[in-house]
């Protein structure tokens, strides 16, 4: 049996970090390379070997993402009720599995191993973020900045990918590139098999299940997986209207499961805080919203709509993406450094704050993609400059940093005893409906797959990223000017504050 280590909170360290946090980061950031390398790749794939339209391929990426959020729902349960170390082992064999499929090039095997995929990713997903929250105490300042960390550093799995899986792809084949992300999975499952075997918990009540499941279990949890993808999953990446409607249907439900379950809550301090824990969540969809557009729109965009000719070398459209977890290594060694930094002295922003600031740098992000655009008609060649795309990028993943870590730190903050999984399941479902709502978003471009001369395109994506930055910002001062009721709803002056010194 694995050895686990059991701490009570008051025994909580000042300095320093785990040091599974390293190798759980190293283990997710293979894993997120083979995500990434589908994300990347699929609008170009659905285009080049599936033959889809672009519309139809931008709502191929939609459900695939829309899946890949949603289904940690229902493995957050699979792992809160199992282990969250089983539960990451099983998670990446049936990626495993799938990521083998899909680099045969036959449609119905590209829908399984994808399916597949997704069904592991939503067993692994929750149980990694899991893990290093329960590393922490809940009122351990070094939360924030734990998970700060460990996100920066699984991005270094999404730069290796978006670098160098776009090359792989004109020099060889899909099959090639897709083979890549397969033996990355492969390594992360090594790791992960071997880091599990030793972690410290804080906390009896919050530990979880770790010894080995039966193998009937195992047999039974498979089959449950396998029945799910074959009965929904394949359909709904098919037929990405049905997961749309599902997804809608889904999240209403949760909405309404999550005020129901807190209103049975004797405890109003664990009422208050799940409550708002859903508020922030629910804004948190519109961020992903337009974040999702990175890697579909976004990635037609810098195909036909920007020079990608730089110091002689033609870049793939896809690895433009690459800015993204490249600025989120930058932003996050400075940001983890600043919350620790502005907690050890009492000045650390609130969560609704960071939450604001995260919504109005996503919409200045796009404000710069709207100049660039506006400013690449004065070039002979109509071609946005990608330096632009460059700043953009910027103020987008500056964006992500402010919200995405700080949002998995909340979910264990936030959720009352046990119930950890479950509802980063939730959060996670919310970035799968901002996935299905940037699906909307591109298509409202409504360009023609036959026109791609940047002289007729450029004035209508100017425009479109002019809107969408002027909604993200209004909405980031919409939500400021509730900051106050927010806080007041999470008593942060005694969950949060209290962990911290006082202001002197």
Not at 166 to 175: H, L, P, R
Not at 278 to 296: D, K, N, P, R
Request: proline share 3%; glycine share 8%.
């Amino acid at each position: 049996m694995n050895e686990v280590t059991i701490i009570e909170a008051n025994e909580i360290h000042s300095k320093g970090h785990p040091k599974e946090l390293f190798y759980l980061a190293a283990s997710y950031g293979l894993y997120i390379f083979a995500y990434i390398g589908v994300n990347v790749l699929i609008v170009l794939y659905g285009i080049d070997q599936l033959h889809l339209k672009t519309s139809a391929a931008y709502l191929l990426y939609a459900a695939y993402n829309a899946l890949i959020f949603t289904l940690p729902l229902a493995g957050g349960y699979v792992s809160d009720k199992f282990g969250y170390k089983n539960s990451t082992i099983l998670g990446i064999i049936i990626s495993l599995i799938g990521f083998f499929l899909i680099c045969f090039h036959y449609a119905t095997l590209f829908y399984l191993g994808i399916a597949l995929f997704i069904v592991g990713y939503g067993v692994t997903t929750p149980s990694f973020l899991c893990l290093v929250g329960l590393m922490y105490a809940k009122e351990d300042k070094r939360r924030d900045s734990g998970y700060t960390i460990f996100y920066l550093l699984f991005n270094l799995g999404s730069i290796t990918a978006t670098v160098s899986l776009g090359s792989v792809v004109e020099i060889f084949n899909y099959s090639t590139a897709f083979a890549l992300t397969d033996l990355a999975l492969f390594i992360s499952l090594v790791i992960v098999f071997f880091t599990n075997k030793k972690l410290t918990i804080y906390s009896k009540k919050r530990a979880v299940q770790q010894s080995k499941l039966s193998k009937s279990k195992s047999l039974s949890i498979l089959i449950l997986m396998l029945l799910i993808l074959a009965v929904i999953i394949m359909p709904l990446l098919i037929y990405p209207i049905l997961n749309e409607v599902l997804l809608w249907i889904l999240v209403v439900g949760v909405c309404i499961w999550i005020i129901a379950y807190s209103n049975k809550l004797s405890n109003q301090f664990s009422k208050t805080k799940l409550r708002a824990f859903l508020i922030l969540t629910v804004i948190s969809g519109f961020f992903w919203s337009l974040y999702m557009l990175e890697a579909s729109l976004m990635t037609i965009f810098a195909e036909f709509n920007v020079n990608r000719n730089i110091f002689g070398i033609t870049i793939h459209p896809a690895t433009f993406f690459g800015l993204d977890p490249f600025g989120v290594v930058v932003f996050g060694l400075i940001l983890s450094w600043l919350w620790h930094y502005l907690s050890d002295r009492g000045r650390n922003p609130s969560l609704p704050t960071k939450f604001t600031l995260a919504l109005i740098s996503m919409g200045l992000g796009y404000i710069v993609f709207a100049i660039g655009t506006g400013a690449a008609n004065f070039n002979l060649n109509h071609l946005v400059n990608p330096f632009w795309i460059v700043f953009g990028y910027a103020f987008l993943t500056l964006g992500e940093m402010l919200l995405s870590p700080i949002g998995f730190a909340m979910v264990g903050r936030l959720s009352p005893e046990g119930k950890d999984g479950v509802l980063m399941g939730v959060w996670t479902l919310f970035i799968g409906f901002g996935a299905v709502l940037s699906g909307y978003l591109a298509n409202f471009t409504n360009i023609k797959d036959n026109v791609t001369s940047s002289i007729i395109t450029n004035p209508i994506y100017m425009k479109y990223f002019f809107y969408l930055g002027v909604f993200s910002i209004l909405l980031g001062l919409m939500l400021s000017l509730f900051i106050p009721k927010i806080k007041n709803l999470l008593h942060l002056h005694h969950s949060i504050s209290s962990s911290i010194p006082p202001k002197h």
